[in-house]
Each structure stands twice: as structure tokens, then as C-alpha cells.
């Protein structure tokens, strides 16, 4: 029963997420700007739920917090560079070419933890791979974005900081309480989006009314609902579940930038696309 509510909080969590990129899109605002706000302003609905699960678990070991706070620093560059991406080579492909997570929390794993690389990783590596040069538009004449080989670089970029959030949020909850971890990470990430911002990524701390309208949605749906999720459910699961379930996000952000923002990817990005997913999700239910 709690293994099936897990898949389902996980299912609704990728699916939160997946509209982030849309909504971002919309807002028109600075990569800066929206790490940083659509942080900032999920703080006061998540502090209340940390400090009801103080009274009630207690509070997590130093280790954990220290972890948290590192995670919240890889989940600010994921944040800022994939948005970086979003306006380069368009809202769905940066949210695929992001999800090579899949391919490189493995090796994280087996660099901090020593699992065992499956013969399946070796298999579908060289296929993903494949894929980020289809989906770069390294094989067309005129690939969609406006420059889809720096927003390629940016979105896996925001891979490898993806990847790690994502290893140390799932590391730091198995056996701890996980609400408490979570907002240190939303706190490292604002403060980290308000440096980063200020100093390369465009920060603007007074945007007018609808783009605080787009990025508040973005914090409902992924900081306050999606991510807070994954925090909750994703210790509760097998890291290859998991990672098949996350793969409902770039579906989702490829199906809402086509109806929503009318972006069409070339047929080779779309190549690109499905190569990337196929090979994640074959990757993800791999036993050997």
C-alpha cells in the first residue's frame, strides 16, 4: 500500500513538473528571476509543513541538513541553466536533453556507492547520446530554437547539476524525515538563484504583476507540489522506478510546448526526442 502510494506521488509529481518549462516560457522573465522567485515564494507554505514534522519526527541529523544544503545549490544551476536552455532550444527538447539524469545517477551511484554498472547501461548510453546530437539539430538545416547548440550545452549543463540534486535528495530522505531537508534545499537554491542571478543570469526583485502571476503557478506545481513530492516519495521506491516515473516530465513538457507555445521540432529533434526517452526508459527497467 505505501509502495503503491509512492508510484502515485511520484506519477503526480513528474506530471507537476512537466508544466514548469511552459509556464516559465510564458513569464518571459530572466533565468535569475524565476530560480529565484519561484523559490522564494514557495517558503511560506513549506516552512509550516517542516516545522509540523519537527514536533512530530524530530529534527534530522547534521549530515542530513549538510547534504540538503548542497542539494539546494545543484538544484539552483539545474534551475538556471535549464531556463537558459528553455528560450535556446525551446521548452519540450531542454526538458528530454535535462533527463539524461537517467543515465548519469548511475554513475554517481557507482562513484559514491560502488553499485554495480548494468550491461544495460553500456547498451543504451551510446543510443542517448545519439539522441543529444539529433535533438542539438546538428543534422538539420534549420532545427528548432534559436540557438539549439548552446541550449543543448546549457540543458546538459543543468543535467549534471539535475542529476546531482536528485542523488542527494533521494540519498538524504531514505530513513529521515524528509520535509525538513527539503526547505533547507528551497533555501540554499534562493540564495544561490539571488547570487548567480545578480552576478551572469539576469535577476529582476521587483517583476511586475502577471510574471509574479506565472512564476507563483510554477511554485504551486513544482516546488511546493512536485518536488516536494519527489522528496516524500522517491526514498520509498527503487532508484529505476523512479527514474521511469520522472520520465513523465519531458513527455509532458514536449505535448505542452507543441499545444501551448506551438513549438515544432524538426523531425530529426523529434528522432533525437524519442532515442533519449527510449533508451532512458529502457535503461530504467533494465536488470542487467
Known sequence: MERMAAVWGMTTAALAVSASAVVISVSGTAPGTASFWRCLMALPALVPAALWERRRSGAPSRR?????????????????LWTQAISEVGAGLSTVLVNLQVVLVPVL???????????????????????????????????????????????????????GFLFLLRRGGQGAPPV??????????TVASLAAGAWWYGLDLTPDAPALGWLALVALSS??????????????????????????????????????????????????CALILVGAFRLAVARK
Do not use: N
Request: hydrophobic share 60%; charged share 10%.
Open 109 to 163: 551511484a557507482w562513484l559514491v556507492d560502488r553499485e554495480r554498472m548494468t550491461r544495460s547501461f553500456f547498451v543504451c548510453a551510446p543510443v542517448m547520446l545519439a539522441g543529444v546530437l539529433c535533438t542539438a539539430g546538428l543534422l538539420d538545416r534549420a532545427p528548432a530554437g534559436a540557438d539549439p547548440v548552446w541550449g543543448t550545452v546549457h540543458a546538459l549543463l543543468a543535467a549534471l547539476c539535475y542529476s
Open 64 to 80: 542530513a541538513l549538510l547534504t540538503a544544503a548542497v542539494a539546494g545549490v545543484l538544484f539552483a544551476g539545474d534551475m538556471l
Open 180 to 189: 525538513q531537508p527539503y526547505v533547507l534545499v528551497m533555501v540554499a537554491a
Open 223 to 272: 516546488q511546493i507540489v512536485g518536488w516536494l513530492l519527489v522528496a516524500v516519495c522517491s526514498p520509498k521506491l527503487s532508484s529505476q522506478l523512479g527514474a521511469v516515473l520522472l520520465l513523465l516530465t519531458p513527455i509532458g513538457s514536449v505535448v505542452l510546448g507543441a499545444v501551448v507555445l506551438g513549438e515544432h521540432p524538426s523531425p530529426w529533434q523529434l528522432v533525437g
